[in-house]
């Protein structure tokens, strides 16, 4: 998506351990509009497959999600991120490693809002080593639920989330796929 690919280089930082930092409209600081293209463009790629529900995870997924929801016009979930203990019976649950933080947490969602019938759009923000994509098809796998497929904003296709993915048959469509970042700020895109 050349807007979003424009936008990047504009705007984004590359910090070092392979982050690119993209607070000024995605992270942090929320461009609507740029969002809004974004959801247009999810839909677009989506919206002969059935989807009746979106599901991602807090935080940053869910602005994305509800923008992308108004096309599909249906209900999104959000898996939650919980320090452990105690989880409920109620609930699915699977532990995520986090890229960015290094941490490992369990993410739960609600039996009551993923079920059998359910044909689930998974959007993210990121898709680095696929540790959150996957902990959402385990949660999803976990209800019986059918996966449509992941709709991810930015894919660092240096990393191996991406074919890891799609090696398992899941259709990821990532709207910007980044080749190669430099710590000195320099951005390639997958053609
Ligand atoms: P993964 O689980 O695929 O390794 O990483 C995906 C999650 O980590 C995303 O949900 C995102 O929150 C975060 N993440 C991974 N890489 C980056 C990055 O380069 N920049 C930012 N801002 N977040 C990232």
């Known amino acids: 998506m050349q807007l979003l690919e424009e936008r990047i280089l504009k705007d984004?930082?590359?910090?070092?351990?392979?982050v690119l930092k993209v607070d000024s409209f995605l992270n942090h600081q929320v461009d609507v509009e740029l969002?809004?293209?974004?959801?247009?463009?999810?839909?677009?790629l989506f919206k002969d497959c059935g989807v009746n529900?979106?599901?991602?995870?807090?935080a940053s997924g869910i602005g994305i999600a509800c923008i992308t929801a108004q096309y599909f016009h249906v209900p999104v979930v959000f898996a939650k991120k919980t320090l452990g203990k105690n989880i409920?019976?109620?609930?699915?649950?699977?532990?995520?490693?986090?890229?960015?933080?290094g941490k490992t947490y369990d993410v739960i969602?609600?039996?009551?809002?993923?079920?059998?019938?359910?044909?689930i759009l998974i959007i993210d923000d990121f898709l680095a080593q696929g540790c959150a994509l996957n902990g959402l098809i385990e949660l999803i796998k976990s209800a019986g639920a059918?996966?449509?497929?992941?709709?991810?904003v930015i894919e660092k296709a240096f990393q191996q989330g991406g074919d890891l993915i799609r090696s398992e048959g899941i259709r990821v469509e990532s709207l910007a796929r980044i080749e190669s970042m430099t710590d000195d700020g320099k951005i390639t895109f997958c053609k």
């Open 109 to 119: 969602v609600s039996q009551e809002f993923l079920n059998k019938d359910d044909k």
């Open 88 to 101: 409920a019976a109620d609930v699915y649950s699977t532990p995520i490693k986090s890229f960015t933080h």
């Open 35 to 44: 969002i809004n293209e974004i959801g247009k463009e999810f839909y677009r």
């Open 146 to 152: 059918e996966i449509v497929g992941a709709g991810i």
């Open 53 to 58: 529900k979106i599901f991602t995870i807090e």
């Open 12 to 18: 984004g930082k590359v910090f070092p351990g392979n």
